[in-house]
């Protein structure tokens, strides 16, 4: 079956550093990953999506990776900020179904 | 604000009562999806709709959910015969047409507390 594996333990660090999170997943072919920012008791927001045949994508702070071979996208959020603490997930889409699925997301905190 | 809106943001009901959920997608997206959520965890697909159509309602928990979006609009959730097991927050996304890649704008959701 589908699976998608996000580390279920918080990832700490201090302020300034780069965070990067990881996003793994076997038994799919997506076409699409997109990365959602989510705070405490609010809905998803969209990040950034990254197409399978892209390496790389960023917008100001934040870069994202895909490896379609190792199955693997990395989320980097570089200079961290407080601000950035919350909860990141990955979304894998397979383009013709149109329904994403959700990894269970990896909290971030970035301490100051 | 031309988000994505959810009414109501809570709800408390009791096992047994009947629920509905509304929610209003962004006005030029013609894909309307319907989520739940819980504790640690990410979005569960259950529904979604493209226009009117609804598209894929496999994956609703049990029969006594069911969801409509009757002009291509606005659309609900109907939870029938709540149990405590429905508690969760339900959310509600739309996506454009023509986006990047079927990208989500997520409502704020609507917790469900079925004591």
């Known amino acids: 079956s589908q699976k998608i594996e996000q580390n279920s333990e918080a990832l700490n660090i201090q302020e300034g550093k780069t965070a990067t999170l990881t996003c793994n997943y076997t038994n799919y072919s997506p076409a699409y990953l997109q990365w959602y920012r989510q705070d405490p008791g609010r809905g998803p927001v969209f990040l950034l999506l990254i197409r399978e045949n892209e390496k790389e994508k960023r917008k100001e702070r934040l870069k994202v990776t895909f490896d379609t071979t190792l199955k693997q996208s990395l989320f980097h959020i570089t200079a961290s900020q407080p601000a950035d603490s919350a909860t990141y997930l990955c979304a894998l889409d397979s383009g013709g179904s149109y329904i994403p699925t959700f990894g269970r997301g990896t909290s971030l905190i970035v301490h100051p | 604000d031309t988000g994505v809106s959810q009414n109501p943001r809570h709800k408390i009901t009791k096992r047994g009562q009947n629920v509905t959920f509304r929610c209003d997608p962004i006005s030029e997206h013609n894909r309307l999806y319907w989520y739940r959520q819980t504790l640690g965890q990410g979005p569960e697909f259950l529904t979604y709709?493209?226009?009117?159509?609804?598209?894929?309602k496999s994956r609703l928990l049990s029969d006594r959910f069911s969801a409509e979006r009757p002009k291509g609009s606005f659309s609900t959730l109907e939870i029938q015969r709540t149990e405590q097991g429905d508690s969760a927050m339900y959310l509600c996304?739309?996506?454009?047409?023509?986006?990047?890649?079927?990208?989500?704008?997520f409502g704020p959701g609507t917790r469900l507390t079925v004591t």
């Open positions: 709709f493209q226009n009117e159509a609804q598209l894929e």
């Open positions: 996304a739309s996506s454009p047409s023509r986006g990047q890649g079927n990208e989500q704008y």
